[in-house]
């Protein structure tokens, strides 16, 4: 992993938004929330703009706090987070029964840290598709520092409108990237388009567990404050995500949210209760020090100003996701596995 020290994740802070933008798209992004009085609809049709604020504005914080894969996993006794995201990602090769020089696509790649785990583990080649350009960017400098620029690459584009032919690729995965879709119908569609006729596609989702209940307050603030945290128009129920692969043509061959399985809570690296020395930029005395971190930075003039607003998002962000686990109604990692008939 490509380690980034304060001062990457100061200068990184925005992405390709002019650095004298910064703070004005920090407010733009919050009014689409219902945290700060925006309604889902709008999400939905801003879905675009949104998204790609978010992770201009987020990337850098998420790659010095977390590495370049942006996702959790099911952890077992004894197991690092960075053994345990590993595993997570080969868990999803072996479901999708690679074998090498097959074609994959990342459906929302990130900065590619799936994508290069898993070409390397299952000797395929990955397609990254990313409608954010600063995140390809950064990727494909870390493709280059891994050497795996012959078997991983990028494309720019929505997955809600491919640009690639029908039955192009013999397998697609989704990381926890297709919440942000304001149609998972219309998303799923797309994905079935492109994969070849009897070929898989397996995806974790961010989802609200059956426990949760629309009609109390506590579980619609935290609902609101992880849709803030994480640029999502809305969270859909595990059903609702099952129903979706039904619609557009797909075999579920089997489904289960994984995060019951997990003998270490998914959401501890964020508990601020809990101490890590081996993740300490995400326990609450590093995200502290980050914090300070950044103020200074942008008082000096080295972050854009904003920086610390960006913090701010981040750390409801984290408090949310934490509640939801605590409370059962929310996982980040409802696990599918769906065919493409012949």
Known sequence: MASMGGLDLATGVGGRIDKNDVLSAVDK????????????????????????????????????????????APRWRGESLQASIKRHEHFLALQLGLKPEQKVLDVGCGIGGPSREIAQFSYTSVTGLNNNEYQISRGKELNRIAGVGQTCDFVKADFMSMPFPDNTFDAVYAIESTCHAPDP??????????????QCFAGYEW??????????????????????????????FTSQCLEALKQSGFEVIWEKDLALDSY????????????????FRTTATGRLITKYMVMALEKMGVAPKGSGRVQEVLEKSADGLVAGGKHGIFTPMYFFLARKPY
């Open 29 to 72: 992004y919050e009014k689409y929330h219902v945290c700060n009085g925006g309604k889902e609809e709008e999400r939905k049709a801003n879905y675009a703009d949104m998204v790609n604020k978010y992770y201009d504005l987020v990337t850098s914080f998420y790659e010095y706090g977390w590495g370049e894969s942006f996702h959790f």
């Open 264 to 279: 270490v809570p998914w959401y501890l690296p964020l508990d601020k209760t809990h101490f890590s020395l081996s993740n």
């Open 185 to 198: 119908v219309g998303c799923y569609k797309e994905i079935y388009r492109v994969l070849k006729p009897g």
């Open 207 to 236: 989802c609200m567990t059956d426990t949760f209940d629309p009609n109390n307050k506590d579980h619609q603030k935290i609902k609101a404050e992880i849709e803030l945290g994480n640029g999502l128009p809305d969270i859909r």
